[in-house]
């Protein structure tokens, strides 16, 4: 199994309760757009708009992870964040603060592959936040 294989089913073990509230002619898998706006939010975006130009300009680095002829506009993500259900959404987080800021080698694979798509150090990523 490829590590963006490997990955993407670590990835959806968390992720796979979420239900997809779209058409089911929908382009982008679910699965897919959720891994964008992780790894987008990882590397600073914010907002839709950013999650769309992430997955455009960084189409090489996420292919070793998901699969997509073109990238998601900012409508679609827009869209898709607008009809999650935050709190089946808010579920599969929960597992995810849990992961300690340990050793680079002691992170899951996907934490690892997530640094790699910014083009550098996710700095201070992995810090819990303080309120």
């Not at 990882?42 to 090489?60: M, V, Y």
């Not at 997509?68 to 999650?84: C, I, N, V």
């Not at 709190?87 to 300690?100: H, I, N």
Request: hydrophobic letters at 40%.
């Amino acid at each position: 199994m490829s590590e963006g294989a490997t990955a993407i089913s670590c990835l959806e073990s968390y992720f796979g309760a979420v239900p997809d509230p779209r058409a089911p002619n929908a382009t982008h898998r679910l699965g897919d757009l959720i891994v964008m706006m992780i790894a987008a939010s990882l590397c600073g975006a914010s907002n839709a708009t950013e999650f769309a130009l992430f997955a455009q300009e960084r189409k090489q680095a996420l292919s070793r992870l998901i699969d997509y002829d073109a990238a998601p506009s900012h409508d679609t993500f827009s869209r898709l964040l607008r009809l999650l259900d935050p709190e089946a959404f808010g579920r599969a987080f929960a597992p995810l603060p849990q992961l300690s800021p340990e050793p680079a080698e002691r992170r899951p694979r996907w934490c690892r592959l997530t640094a790699r798509l910014c083009g550098g150090p996710t700095r201070r990523a992995w810090q819990p936040v303080r309120r």
